[in-house]
């Protein structure tokens, strides 16, 4: 059905809260991405899953950082006692699968993430 | 390490002339390179890979290894070209390593 969706669009929060946020892939695509876009940084690889598991964590930032993917599905991305530069675009992607082929990311709209 | 060099923050054309937006890469292995584009409110969406060898929207894209390049060009540029386009690779692992951006602004 539709493309990739991400979940809220806008988040402001005070500094030392938690947030999370959530991306819907595309249905059938096994494997999800993170990306953070930052002003001065561009955009910022944080994790990959392949279906539930994370082979790649390589991009999170500190351990204030998580990610899970439950069903093969959707993912939720938790940012724990949030800091002003973790003020951000957080972008997700999907694609069909990953190991041993090229396939295409698409990526969601974005949740814009403001640490005030 | 991969890295990916885009050295222009900002490019401004008028409207019918050529355009290339430079795009250099770091890598000692054969990498996979991409053209994504975002425009105004838009998502993020690939333009071009270099394995496609395509024309997408009249861009072409040519990985040159010797120079490590994969410039995206475009002879004679409209006013709908105006977006952020970001440079990619992807070597054996599947994430993408982005290029900085370059905004591209086409002039009436």
């Known amino acids: 059905g539709a493309g990739v969706s991400q979940s809220p669009s806008n988040k402001v929060t005070e500094k030392g809260k938690d947030v999370e946020l959530r991306c819907d892939p595309i249905s059938g695509h096994t494997a999800l991405y993170w990306y953070r876009q930052s002003l001065g940084q561009g955009l910022e690889f944080l994790i990959y899953?392949?279906?539930?598991?994370?082979?790649?964590k390589s991009g999170l930032p500190s351990d204030r950082f998580s990610a899970e993917r439950t069903g093969g599905s959707v993912s939720t991305l938790t940012i724990q006692r949030t800091q002003q530069e973790d003020s951000a675009v957080y972008l997700c992607?999907?694609?069909?699968?990953?190991?041993?082929?090229?396939?295409?990311?698409?990526f969601g709209p974005g949740t814009r993430l403001t640490v005030t | 390490a991969q890295r990916v060099t885009q050295p222009e923050k900002l490019l401004s054309v008028f409207k019918g002339a050529p355009v290339e937006l430079k795009c250099n890469y770091s890598?000692?292995?054969?990498?996979?390179l991409f053209w994504y584009v975002q425009y105004s409110r838009q998502r993020l969406q690939l333009l071009l890979r270099h394995i496609s060898r395509e024309s997408i929207k009249g861009f072409t894209a040519d990985l040159n290894k010797g120079e490590t390049s994969f410039h995206l060009k475009k002879p004679f540029a409209q006013e709908e070209d105006s977006a952020m386009y970001y440079c990619a690779l992807r070597e054996g692992s599947e994430k993408l390593v982005f290029g900085k951006g370059t905004k591209l602004t086409v002039n009436p």
């Open positions: 899953f392949q279906g539930n598991s994370a082979p790649d």
């Open positions: 992607a999907s694609s069909l699968a990953a190991r041993g082929g090229s396939y295409e990311q698409y």
């Open positions: 890598y000692s292995g054969s990498p996979e």
